[in-house]
């Protein structure tokens, strides 16, 4: 089945204690996205990648780092995480960003607390 | 990207034609409309998109008014599982593909 998949769903942290969130997609898409869902502001955009090794900021990347070594994988790392980054996380994908034709899929989300 | 206004809440009978409204008045003419939808606090789901010709799939079809400021979103039997915020999204090719998703329709349906 086409999807993309995120791990963890569900996380509770403490602030400093660096963590990873996993993105994997199986559709050979080209593009990938991070973004952050807070009540009141809506999806926000984290971080992107086009292609393999090509990442770039979105809206709100302070706090977050990304890689992209290999197509299927985009992970999210906090190397410091503060209570301001418990947030519900979505990863999406799609196979060519250029094209209208090309919609959005995102993961199932994960939900993060720092406490 | 041009910005959408949408009605922060609807309620719909089920069975019957839900008719979800969006103005995006600033809209450019290399911009298309876009429509996702997300039930709970699952991950947003693509529903249809359109540049100026009503669309129709599987799922809903989509009005375009002639001068392009606004749109409507139709899911034709509303069931108790289209319940979900709807979200409208004017979307162009420059940039990076970075959906600005507003704070969407939150859409009831009523048994």
């Known amino acids: 089945e086409a999807q993309v998949t995120q791990n963890p769903r569900y996380l509770i942290t403490v602030t400093g204690k660096k963590l990873t969130v996993t993105c994997s997609q199986n559709m050979n898409h080209e593009y990938m996205s991070w973004y952050r869902q807070d009540p009141g502001l809506g999806l926000r955009q984290i971080y992107y990648?086009?292609?393999?090794?090509?990442?770039d900021k979105g809206d709100v990347p302070e706090g977050y780092k990304v890689s992209r070594k290999e197509k299927r994988n985009f992970p999210l790392i906090l190397e410091s995480p503060s209570p301001n980054q418990t947030s519900l996380y979505f990863c999406a994908s799609s196979l060519d960003p250029r094209s209208y034709n090309s919609p959005l899929h995102f993961g199932n989300g994960t939900r993060l607390t720092v406490t | 990207d041009a910005k959408t206004t949408q009605p922060p809440s609807m309620d719909c009978a089920e069975g019957r034609a839900a008719n979800l409204p969006c103005n995006h008045s600033?809209?450019?003419?290399?911009?298309?409309v876009y429509w996702y939808r997300q039930i709970h606090s699952q991950g947003p789901q693509y529903i249809i998109h359109?540049?100026?010709n009503n669309e129709t799939n599987e799922m809903a079809s989509l009005i375009i008014t002639e001068d392009r400021k606004s749109s409507t979103l139709i899911l034709p039997h509303a069931t108790l599982r289209d319940t979900a915020v709807y979200y409208c999204?004017?979307?162009?090719?420059?940039?990076?593909?970075?959906?600005?998703f507003g704070t969407g329709t939150r859409l009831t349906v009523i048994p």
């Open positions: 359109g540049l100026k």
């Open positions: 600033t809209i450019s003419g290399n911009e298309y």
């Open positions: 990648s086009m292609n393999v090794e090509v990442t």
């Open positions: 999204i004017v979307r162009s090719l420059t940039g990076a593909n970075n959906l600005f």
